[in-house]
Each structure stands twice: as structure tokens, then as C-alpha cells.
């Protein structure tokens, strides 16, 4: 086995966007299936199209400004993904892709840096806290793991993003007791407890992604 890098290249999130875009197609009738129970259907379908717009994007793209493309996604998404998730997405993106402009690597320390950015961004956008049953719940205990994977040091991209991952998916199934408090679900008031929240499964299936793509790239 050889020694995982310490940094991720541009062709490295590349993968991870490519990744997370076939995961989505995978998954998309699963989200459609989450957002039916406690919204209006259409998550998956959204995810799949912005995705595939993404997919478009990216061909075209040359250079290697990480910073540059996740920008390109993240305004990809903000126009072609229509409800909540669109600008959400898009926006988390957008912060991500503004974090890491100019660099052409990223070490655990900057993906940490990007995501927490991210979400920040999600945050001021939608005002979702934590416990409100939201993709903010998934994406909240990503950036703790990786700041803690950070902080032991002598981990790598991927193995990190495994542990962002972990701790995504816990947050994910955190949801499913949870009483929504924004978006759609949360006009269901107590009935939306007992599903699981969409975005928060689309977004741990982001980090996911980024473990997969990662090992390999
Ligand atoms: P819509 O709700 O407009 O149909 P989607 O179905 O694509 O959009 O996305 C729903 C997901 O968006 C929810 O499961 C939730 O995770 C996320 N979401 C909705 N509103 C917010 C918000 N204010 N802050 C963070 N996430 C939100
Ligand atoms: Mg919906």
C-alpha cells in the first residue's frame, strides 16, 4: 500500500465533483423518495439536474484554480437548480471556491478552511442552526472532523474525508427525530419528525464522495 498523499490536486476535485455527480444519479430516486415524506418531491430530480449541468461546465474547463472551478459549480447550481438546495448548494460552492482561490492544492488544513466556509455560507443564507433538521446538520459535524483530523495531524485528504464522511452520516440519521424548522419540512410542524431530511442525505453523500474520489485520485 502506498503512502497516502498529503494534498489533494485539481484533478483530485475534479474527481470528487465527477464522483458526486454520478452518487446523486444513484441516489436520485432515494431523495426523491426522503423529500416526498416530509417536502414536494423534487430533491433528487433538482440534485440530478444541477449535477449534470455541472458535468456539462466542467468539460469545458481548463487550469488549475480549485478555488476557480468550485466556483463554476457553485454558480452552475445557483442557476440551474431551482428551490431551497439550488442556492444552498450553490452558495457552499461559491464560499468554498472563494477560500481556496489561487491554489492549486489543498492539505487537510485548507479542506477544513473551505468547508467550514461553506457552510458558513449556507448558515448566513438559510439561517438554519444546528437541530433544525437540515443539510446544516449534516455538514456542521464534517467540518468538526475535519478540523479534528486536522488537528492530530499525519492524516490525509481521503482518510479525513472518510471521517468527515462518518461523522456526516451520523448527523444525517441525527434528522430523523428532528422537528423541522426550516424549509418545507418545516411546515409540517411534529409530522416531520421520523424522516430523514433530504439535503442533509444529499450532503453527507457530498462527503462521501470526496472519501471515494479522494483515495484514488
Ligand atoms: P425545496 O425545499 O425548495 O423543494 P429541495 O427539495 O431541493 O428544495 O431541498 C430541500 C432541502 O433543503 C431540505 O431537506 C433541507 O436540508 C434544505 N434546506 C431547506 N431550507 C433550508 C435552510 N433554510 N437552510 C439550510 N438548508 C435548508
Ligand atoms: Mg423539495
Known amino acids: 500500500m502506498t503512502e497516502e498523499a498529503a494534498t489533494i490536486d485539481h484533478a483530485g476535485v475534479l474527481a470528487w465533483i465527477r464522483r458526486y455527480a454520478a452518487v446523486i444519479e444513484e441516489h436520485r430516486v432515494e431523495l426523491v423518495r426522503l423529500d416526498t415524506a416530509i417536502g414536494d418531491g423534487d430533491h433528487g430530480t433538482n440534485m440530478d439536474r444541477g449535477m449534470k449541468k455541472v458535468l456539462e461546465k466542467l468539460d469545458g474547463s481548463e487550469g488549475d484554480d480549485i478555488g476557480a472551478t468550485l466556483k463554476a459549480v457553485g454558480m452552475t447550481l445557483v442557476s440551474s437548480v431551482g428551490g431551497a438546495a439550488g442556492p444552498l448548494y450553490g452558495t457552499l460552492f461559491l464560499q468554498m471556491g472563494t477560500a481556496t482561490a489561487g491554489s492549486s492544492t489543498l492539505d487537510v488544513g485548507a479542506l477544513a478552511d473551505a468547508l467550514d466556509a461553506g457552510v458558513k455560507g449556507v448558515q448566513a443564507r438559510g439561517k438554519a ?82 472519501g471515494e474520489a479522494f483515495a484514488t485520485a
Not at 132 to 142: G, H, I
Not at 154 to 176: D, H, L, Q, S, Y
Not at 179 to 208: C, F, I, M, N, W
Request: net charge negative; proline share 7%.
Open 129 to 210: 442552526e444546528p437541530g433544525d433538521k437540515t443539510m446544516v446538520d449534516a455538514l456542521l459535524p464534517a467540518v468538526a472532523a475535519l478540523r479534528e483530523a486536522q488537528a492530530d495531524g499525519g492524516v490525509g485528504p481521503a482518510a479525513a474525508a472518510e471521517r468527515a464522511a462518518a461523522a456526516a452520516e451520523e448527523g444525517m440519521k441525527a434528522t430523523i427525530p428532528m422537528e423541522a424548522r426550516k424549509g418545507r419540512a418545516s411546515y409540517l410542524g411534529p409530522r416531520s419528525v421520523g424522516h430523514q431530511d433530504p439535503g442533509a442525505t444529499s450532503s453527507y453523500l457530498l462527503l462521501r464522495s470526496a
